[in-house]
């Protein structure tokens, strides 16, 4: 899947997450591509799609996961991923434990 954007976004918590998901889906034309638990109360979400969409979508699904938790959201917007980068954001049970 060239030239699709790859956006992940981590957060303490799955409900933070989950209300970004709602929110990204809702707002924007982004596939989920999964949810995984990375240890440490960390959980993560990534998404695809046309750059200028992911990028929306990752700042929108930011915001909202950090106005839940109050703490730390982090995230990161590929361009023009890697295939390693790629597997991982079609797959991200890849980086979970």
Partial sequence: ??????????????VP??????????ATEIEVTGVVRLGG???AVAV??????VE???DLGEEVARAKT???V???VFASPCDA???LNADPRLLGN
Avoid: C, P, Y
Avoid at 1 to 13: D, K, L, P, S
């Fill in 17 to 26: 997450i989950f209300d970004a998901v709602d929110a990204m889906v809702k």
């Fill in 1 to 14: 899947m060239r030239n699709v954007a790859a956006g992940f976004i981590e957060a303490e918590g799955f």
């Fill in 41 to 43: 109360g960390i959980v």
């Fill in 85 to 87: 980068v790629q597997a």
């Fill in 56 to 58: 929306e979508a990752v």
């Fill in 70 to 72: 109050g703490r730390t």
């Fill in 48 to 53: 695809r799609g046309d750059l200028a969409t």
């Fill in 74 to 76: 982090k995230s990161i």
